[in-house]
């Protein structure tokens, strides 16, 4: 851990104030983090749009409110990401700064403002009140590093990458033309994209602390571009009674999920979930919806209400004696189940560390910007899983989806795949367990949190 300056000698309770962007993706590994520090005696205060205030309830982190300048609606009502992200920046600097006034004169005052690494204007409202900033990457370190090389100016945009001549970078695997974020290939695709992943950078070597969501035994062999790594999204018994993450911005349908899986045999049932962001198309959702009514295997697929109208109209029915179709559910408590099987997913950084975690094999249908990585990885380099192929057009048949599910849950592979799967699970709980490599880096930082003077 990179501790710069300022150290004291007077060890207190120190108060970090965590801020992610407010997303599912970004809220769960940050506040995770923040009930890992809580529970090594740390105060610990989430702070998230107003809009978003209301979703998170975790034991042990108390949630403040800040604002985006949407506070009925959060990131709808901006006219585009563009937008948003400066509206965020303008409202959020004044009222982050004016959280850490209000506590500057309480007995917990704030020590260090854990800021998601799409915000670096934080580390300014942390060195106007004088206190420690710290970046939170919520993507792979690998993901990270190709970023950071744009960002050096070592990788020129756009990225040209075909399958025969790949993308070489040291320390990873050669990377084809699938395997690359597209916003590197195509940077006029998603330019407010774009930009935010590269300002993640603009001033990272003045932070105090950076932590990636990944850990060393993982990815410790990525070039160190972005720090140390430390896991936040473990569920098995690390934090006493701590059955989840404690935010949901959809309603999550447990009881219905569980009492359904209770009725499947062991490791039977096929999970599948597209995360919070990605809208398939509608020839996507059928191809996939296809594959379900012509194949035996049982799923429960979250289907988001607005994604809902992309479901051929006689799936349902076919399927019901197979299927569960939820808006939401508890995604950790899903694949802890032992019914479950497999993870049909879209490859964000979060399902993939999960999955990866609660050692359930993988099919991967990766949709856009890091899950194109995520997935190659998932496959070639961890053997947890393999990776649908697209059609010409770009679509993955129904076909080819029954083909992975059933080189997952009963092919040839199986086997292999879920040693492989038995074997990170080992590791991830290594690294948070007492002594393991996250751990120590914890411990890190909260010594280095403690012994800060303001
Ligand atoms: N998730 C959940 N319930 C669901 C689907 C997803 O709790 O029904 C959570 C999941 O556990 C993960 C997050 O939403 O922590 C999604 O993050 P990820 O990085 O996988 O994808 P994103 O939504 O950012 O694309």
Known sequence: IARKS???RQTRTAHIVVLP????????????????????GVKATIATTRYTVKSIHAAGVAVEGISDGFDQGGFTQAQDEDAYLKSFKENGTRTLSQLVHKYQETSFPITCIIYDSFFPWALDVARKH?????????????????????????????????????????GLPPLKACDVPGFIKEPESYPAYL???????SNLDKADFVFCNSFQELEGKVPKLVGPMVPSYYLDGRIEGDKGYGASLWKPLNDHCAKWLATRPPKSV???????????????????????????????????????HKLPS??????????????????????????VGCFVTHCGWNSTVEGLSLGVPMVAIPQWSDQMTDAKFIEEVWGLGVRCREDEFGVVRSEEVLFCLKE???????????RNARKWRVLAIRAVGEGGSSDKCINEFVTNLKIFKH
């Open 130 to 170: 004088g206190i420690l900033g710290a970046s939170f990457f919520t993507n792979s370190a690998v993901v990270c590093a190709i970023f950071c090389h744009i960002h050096n100016g070592t990788l020129a945009l756009p990225v040209n990458v075909e399958d025969e001549e790949p993308l070489v970078l040291a």
């Open 270 to 308: 096929a999970y599948i979930s597209f995360g919070s962001m990605v809208k398939l198309t509608s020839k996507q959702t059928e191809e996939i919806a296809y594959a379900l009514m012509r194949g035996n295997t049982h799923f429960l697929w979250v289907v988001r209400d607005s994604e809902r």
């Open 21 to 40: 962007y407010p997303g599912q993706g970004h809220i769960n590994p940050l506040l995770q983090f923040a009930k890992s520090l809580a529970s090594k």
């Open 6 to 8: 300022r150290n004291g």
């Open 195 to 201: 930009a935010m992943k590269l300002s993640q950078f």
């Open 408 to 418: 997952v849950l009963e092919g040839e592979k199986c086997e292999v795949i879920r």
């Open 314 to 339: 006689q799936f349902l029915e076919a399927t019901e004696h197979r299927g569960l179709i939820v808006s939401w559910c508890n995604q950790l408590e899903v694949l802890a189940n032992g019914a």
